[in-house]
C-alpha cells in the first residue's frame, strides 16, 4: 500500500512538471543543459581555490586538503535535486554530466577525497598530501571535461538562463586561500535555499527564474533521495543492511568476500544472488562475482557503467529461480534416463513416489516464478520472459518426459542465453555432473535437488525484505534492456588489470602495506574465461561500436585503477 501511494505520488509530480515545463516553454533538454552549465560554472568556481592549492603544495596540510573536500560537497544535495526535477518515467538512461557528479559528490563513504597514483604508475604512502591532491585535481578535471563536452555537444541551440548559470563569485578580495572557499559555497548554496537573500545586484536574483522554480520544488520532494547513491547502487541490499564504516579498513568494507558455505549450499540463501557467479575467472580460479563488481562500482563516478551494473543486478536477482528451473529440466532427463536403463525394473514401485514429486515440484516452481514476477519485476521484458518459462514448464507437468524433450530443450537453450547475455555463469552445481548408475544415485540426486526448490521459497522471502531497495531504482529510470548492455562492458576494461582488480582479496594491502601485502602485475597475470572467444567478439564489438563523439576523448578515471578512497590513519 505504501508503496501504491509513493507511486501516486510521484506521478503526480511528474504530471505537474510536465504542466509546469509546458507552460513555461522549458523542455526537458533545456532544463538539462541550464543545470549543467550551472554544475560546472560551480566547479570553475571552485577551481581557483584547488589551483591555489596546487600552487602552494609544498606548505599545505592535509586538513587544507579537507577543507577543499568538505566544501565542494555543500552542493551535493542541489545535484540530487537536479536530478530529481530531471526524472521522467520513460528515462530509459540518466543525464550522464549530472549523475557522474552526483555519484562523486555523494558517494558511500560520504567523502570525496581519493588518492591518486605517483609518477611511476604506482599507489604508495609516501607523499599523502601531494596523492591527495592530485586525486582531487584528477576528478575535478574529469568532471570539467564531461560537462564541457555535455554542453558543447548538446546545448548548443539551447536558451541558457544566465540568472540561474552564472555561479556569482561572493569572494570579494579574490583572495582563494583555501580558508575563504567553505563560507563563500556556503553562500552559493543558500542563493538556492533563502528566498529573502538580499542581493544587490539584480543579476543575482532567481525570484524571476524559471528553472530556479522546477528546482526548487524539487528540493522540497522527499523522493529527490531515490536518486542517492547508495540507493542507485542497492547498497543496503548488498551490504546486508549492516552498517560498515567505509573509510574504516577494519570493518572490512573493502574486502573482498565470499559466501558462507555448509554441506555445499550457502547459509544465507540471498547469497545466491549477492554472489552470483559471472563467467570471468581469477587467477586463483574463482569466479569474479556481482559483490566483486559492487566493490568496484562504489566508488565509480561513471554514470554509464552504473546503469550496467543495475541491469547485472536485475539479472542476478533472477538467476537462483532460473538456476533452479535448469536443475529441475536436468532431473527431469536424468530421470527419464535412469527409466530406460536396466536398473529401471529393480526399482520401478519406489519411483512412483519421487515422479509424483516431480509434478508438485514443478507446480512450485512456476508459483515461486510467479510470486518473483510479481512481487520483484515491473520491466516488461522480462515479466514476459519469466512468464513464458511458466507456460513452458505448464506444458510438461504430468506428461511423458520422453515427449516433452523439445519443450525442455527449448528451456534449458532459452536460461542458457540469458545466462549469457548476462555474463552471468549457468553452471548449476553438482546435479549438471551427477552420475546415476543405481537407484540410490537417483534418490540422492532428488534429494539434492529438492533442497534446492525449498530453498527458492526462503531465497524469496529474504528478497521481499529489501523490495523497496530493488524498486527505488526502478522509479529512477526505465530498465529497457534486458540482456547486459554494451556500454556496461566498459566496466571489464582493460580486462586484465580489471579482472586482477575486482579479484583483489583487499586492494587497500597493496596500498597501505597492512597485515599484508599483494603483488598485481597487471601485464603478466593470468586471468580465465569460461568463453576466451567471447571475449575476443567483445573486444571487436567495441572497436566498430564506439561511444558517442562527444565522449572519445574525455579522460575515464578508474576505481581501484587510476585512483583509491583516502584513508586517514588515526
Known sequence: MNYLITMSVHKIFYIFVLWFNISTAIEYIELNCNFSRYILNYFKHNEKYLLKLEEEKSNILISDLQIYGRA????????????????SEDWRDYPSSLMNVNLYLNNVSGSVEMSFKNKNGKFDDSNRILNLLEGFLMIHKAIVKRLECFILSTCSGTSFEEVFTNCPDFNKKKDYRIKFLPDIVEKLKNRFSITDLQLKDYRLKLKHSEVFRILKLAMKND???????KKLL????????????????LSSAQYRKIPEVKDCHVVNVIDYFKFAQLTYKCPDDSYVTLFDVFRYMKYNFNAKQLQGYQELVLASTIRPILLVVRMYISFLKTFDDFCKSSWYDKSKNNLDQIRISLTEIGTAIIKQIKYFNKQFIIQKLPKTYLNNICNDIRNIIGKDISQSYRTLDCIMLSTKTFFYNNKLNNYCGIIMDYKTTHFNNIVQLYNMFSQRVSEMSTYLIELDKYKESLHVVNKTRNISSFYFSRSSYEIFKPYLTMINRLCSPNIYNEIYNMETTESINDETSRINTVNQDTVDNEKQTDIQNNEDLSELNIPQPKYMIDYILFIQYS
Do not use: C, K
Open 72 to 87: 565542494i560537497q555543500s552542493h551535493g544535495e542541489i545535484v540530487i535535486a537536479m536530478l530529481e526535477a530531471l526524472r
Open 223 to 229: 523522493s529527490r533521495w531515490d536518486f542517492h547513491p
Open 234 to 249: 542497492y547498497y543496503d541490499l548488498m551490504m546486508g543492511q549492516q552498517i560498515f564504516g567505509e573509510r574504516n579498513l
